[in-house]
């Protein structure tokens, strides 16, 4: 069975500041999702990466992936479907449109266009290996505080920083855990971040593997200029 990738690329980005939608946004000169594209098909098995799109937006992402092709030696088949107002409604409709013969699925934000190549293998190996579903990520250098919600200038607690991981993309899964977590868990509100943890409620385990720092997630300004001197330091 082929291994897929899912990159939801639907969000607007609006914490980066007004502009273009966030995955549009050029780094390096080259748009972020084909960074992230390339990313994924950088990775031996997969063949095939579905790009979920703002739905008023699917042919100027087909355009504009079409304008970046794939380096042969990294070939592999590109689809883009429209995606939903969340980013869980998003990644539903990607893995509704896998075909058949996928069995390893990989979801990736956009968002961390310069994730290693070695993450993405980590990640296939460890599905590969048996474990339904397979997250990178990284110890915290922050120490965190839950707050109350109601009042979220009120601490309530400070969990034990040692035993938190903050966790990165791309997650990788057995494709019918996957499909079976999109169609059971309710998507309530702003729906879940995360697609492991849609997995966790439904009672299977999740492994976790090494993330990396360069798969970091460009969500804010700065992380535009961090992203940029990462890239100039790859080509120096
Ligand atoms: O906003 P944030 O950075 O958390 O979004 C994570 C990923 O989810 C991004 O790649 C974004 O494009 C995607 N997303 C989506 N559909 C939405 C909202 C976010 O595909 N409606």
């Known amino acids: 069975p082929r291994t897929a990738a899912v990159i939801p690329a639907a969000g607007r980005g609006t ?23 390339r990313a994924m098909a950088r990775a031996r098995t997969v063949g095939l990466v579905v790009v ?6 699917v042919a100027e992402t087909r355009r504009l992936l079409d304008a970046h092709p794939l380096p042969d030696s990294d070939a592999a088949e590109v689809l883009v479907v429209p995606g939903g107002d969340n980013r869980q409604r998003s990644v539903r409709r990607g893995v509704e449109a896998l075909p058949p013969d996928v069995g390893i699925v990989l979801v990736h934000d956009a968002a961390r266009p310069l994730v290693p190549v070695d993450t993405v ?26 707050v109350e919600p109601s009042a ?30 999109h169609r ?7 729906g879940a971040t995360d697609d492991a943890g849609m997995v966790e409620r439904l ?16 969500t804010r ?14 080509r120096a």
């Open 15 to 37: 914490r980066l500041g007004p502009g273009t939608p966030k995955a549009l946004r050029p780094l390096g000169g080259i748009p972020m999702l084909v960074h992230a594209v």
């Open 152 to 181: 979220p200038e009120r601490v309530v607690g400070t969990p034990d920083r040692a035993r938190l991981r903050a966790v990165q993309t791309p997650q990788g899964f057995d494709r019918d855990v996957l499909a079976e977590a």
């Open 184 to 190: 059971r868990v309710t998507d309530e509100g702003d």
């Open 203 to 218: 009672g299977h385990e999740v492994r976790l593997v090494p993330g990396h720092e360069e798969a970091f997630k460009v």
């Open 121 to 146: 293998e980590d990640v296939i190996a460890a599905v590969r290996e048996g474990a339904p579903a397979v997250v990178p990520a990284l110890p915290l250098s922050d120490t965190v505080k839950e």
């Open 221 to 234: 300004p700065l992380d535009l200029v961090l992203a940029e001197a990462v890239l100039a330091r790859r």
């Open 52 to 57: 979920v799109a703002p739905p008023d937006g």
